[in-house]
């Protein structure tokens, strides 16, 4: 029955389930316009505020993924994974984790969105690299599936248009925090991409969407459950964010830094959650059927180089300059550096380094958007010089700012300042992986 | 602090209280465009499901009638009394109780807006009149108050602009139903008139805002609690709305059946209902300080024809042909009825006439509007022969439709049919008076 939107939102504020039809009606008004923005966003406050079912979320899902083009890949034999991360500051595994796995077997079919805020995107890091392109053509983006097992492009406008209305609605009008919208938005443009399974890795902590553990698990219960009802195999990595995730934060500097652990000099952290996830997806493609053999076949795809020249070939392939993979001179970079030194006058370890002000302080420097309209910077950016656990002496810098304007160092350093703290006595630094929640429970 | 629109919408999201300073902002953002419409629509879901103080609904009331002109009549001296109702099927007292209790002491400067929906509005009822204007200038309408007493006009577009879009967005996007917007939107509207006092009905039942008395009750409350705050005295009256009010429905019949009001011959549940909010201002505004002065005055206003005679100078003086008051052929009346009867074959009683029923067969018929820009037909209405409680023979008409299209008539009749139910056993009536909230209280 067809219902006036105003109906709709009544049933979601009196606290009722949408049926199918109504989650549909509300999609498709979305994107023909009879749902009008200030219906929309009484009906996303409705939703935040009463929650929806598991059913009138994989409703929701279904509809946004269907609300526009779906990409088919039968032409791919191989098994199609794709990795989502919920966004976190230093996060580049995406750029890692491509190369290792297709390296190893899988197809990896990368659509990904733009960084807004604190957490960097993917394709602003790529686009670093000078020449590289990302928005490839459906017959580019195929044919480079077929020959190389993996591509890194932007999501076309005709995929899931009900999200981009939505997301960009939810932004200013305090609808973000909501599980059931973040689900739907995050599994209908993953679903679109044509994908057998998917593995995500779920941040929570200070850099993170979801400052708890237990928001984070809650979402990650309800993204695998969600997967798994549309038929797609879905694991969710629990992983904390509090420091930034390795040494780099910035384009230019994290293309440097997943470079460096493509050749197997990349830092700890990094590659416990690289590994991690990668292991997830050998596993979920059927490549590999345990964690052993997982790790075995991803070091060995480092350590032969074959991860490597996989990276190259698709940054050749995507009109990239390949040399950056010898050479990191092609990347933009500044011109000045500013060390930031605490004055502690005896030996100190880093307690932590809050990853939030960071990634804030990165975007002060142009590292990333303030706004959907903001040009990135790649050059600028920040390094980690120690990370969490690490001792400090005196007079020893903690980081280096990469800056390209005095104004903006002078803002960028004062939230750095704020955002390491250290301490006389070593803390205890864990492992980032909290948990894996499996497709297999659902 | 000066805060975006998101935060503020987010605070109330969470549960928060607002400042009184996020309440101005939002108000005055609402009016300068600097809130969009879809942040509103999502504050407004937020504050219908998390509610608001009585310290916030102030605020918010306060906020919104500083947002245009307030009234202020300085030159007036008679103590300067309202009346509001809540809105129901029939509810024509305006009309009479404006008239009558001009004739007993006070000055009633009635601003009104339109009806939507099953409801008539009194502007619309009055414009049934010949010539009757409701849009007079500034000037015309104080002469009128210092002369008449009495004046009864549509909002003009600066009186509390901030309402006038608010309640826009709330008819469209399911954010009607909440104590604090209603509540706002009622006294800012009111306050800025430049009363002293306020009587409201608050109506409950079928063909009321308010299904049930305790919802009813709970605004009454809130009224009067946040009108006291204001300083400005004000009571509630609790009223019954399950059957019409009188019997007529439709602009010209309705005026016609208060005419005859203030001849003396009254339906009674309609005098009842007049008497109980008449007196009641007369009380608030010093008149009289009992119930029984109050109704020997306003019976005495009745029974000397004071008060017909102050409809027709109210009519003269707004334009209107006064000779209605003598002759009702000047009202546009359809040349068509239809009696409905009912296929009972012994004498059964009227059980129920669902008053929400026989508004939107109103509406229908093109007494009322659908939408706002619908043109009303002050011709058509439904006249009730019988009211519940009276015994109805076979073949004896309960209702007489007064309409113009043939289509138009049978959409309404086939919801009158079922509107009525008839009972072998004669129903108890109660009065329609439930209670009074009384600012003494608050």
Redesign the interface.
Known sequence: MKLM???I??HK?DGLALSQSEVEQFVSGVVSGHF???????????I???GMTSDETGCLTEAMMRSGRIVELPEITRPKVDKHSTGGVGDKVSLILAPLVAACGLCVPMMSGRGLGHTGGTLDKLEAIPGFRTNLTDAEYRAQLASLHQAMIGQSADIVPADRKLYA?R?????VESIPLICSSILSKKMAEGIDSLVLDVKCGIGAFMKTEAEARQLAESLVAISARMGKPTSAILTRMDEPLGHMIGNSLEVIESIDCLKGKGPSDLMEVTYALSAEMLILGGIESTQEGAMTALKSAIDSGKALEGFRALVEAQGGDGTVVDNYKCLPRTEKTKDIVLNNDSQMYVESLDARSFGDAACILGAGRASTDSIIDPSVGIELLKKVGQAVQPNEAIARIHYQGIDLLEAAEARLVKAIKLSSKKPIVSSLIIDRISHENY
Do not use: F
């Open positions: 939107p105003q109906e939102i009544a504020r009008k923005d200030y219906q929309s966003s009484a009906l996303l406050m409705a935040l505020l009463n609605l932004d200013v009008t305090g609808t």
